[in-house]
């Protein structure tokens, strides 16, 4: 698997975890009761762009969740087996 591949995986397991904790919440909402452009929302949600360090940071913040279960939470909804470094 080419890495652009094995990237957009992570890009599109982040995309559904945000959309699934939102929730019924809108983009708009969420982007302006935090601080948070609603257009960065949306293309992280249309898993077109990867976030900032520190925007997946403010992104868990807004969301009521702690980075690292964040993380954890792409983690475990990529494969068992997946890797960015080819070996």
Same mark, same amino acid.
């Given at each position: 698997?080419? !890495?652009? +591949?094995? %990237?957009?995986?992570?890009?599109?397991?982040?995309?559904?975890?945000?959309?699934?904790?939102?929730?019924?919440?809108?983009?708009?909402?969420?982007?302006? /009761? *935090? $601080?948070?452009?609603?257009?960065?929302?949306?293309?992280? /949600?249309?898993?077109?762009? $990867? #976030?900032?360090?520190?925007?997946?940071? %403010?992104?868990? /913040?807004?969301? *009521? !969740?702690? #980075?690292?279960?964040?993380?954890?939470?792409? /983690? $475990? +909804?990529?494969?068992? +087996?997946?890797?960015? !470094? $080819?070996?």
């Amino acid at each position: 698997m080419q !890495i652009y +591949d094995r %990237k957009q995986q992570i890009l599109n397991s982040l995309a559904k975890i945000i959309k699934k904790l939102r929730g019924r919440q809108s983009q708009f909402m969420l982007a302006s /009761e *935090n $601080d948070i452009s609603t257009s960065i929302i949306s293309t992280v /949600e249309r898993a077109l762009k $990867d #976030p900032q360090f520190t925007t997946f940071f %403010k992104l868990a /913040e807004a969301l *009521n !969740i702690k #980075p690292y279960k964040l993380m954890k939470m792409v /983690e $475990d +909804d990529l494969p068992s +087996d997946f890797t960015l !470094i $080819d070996r």
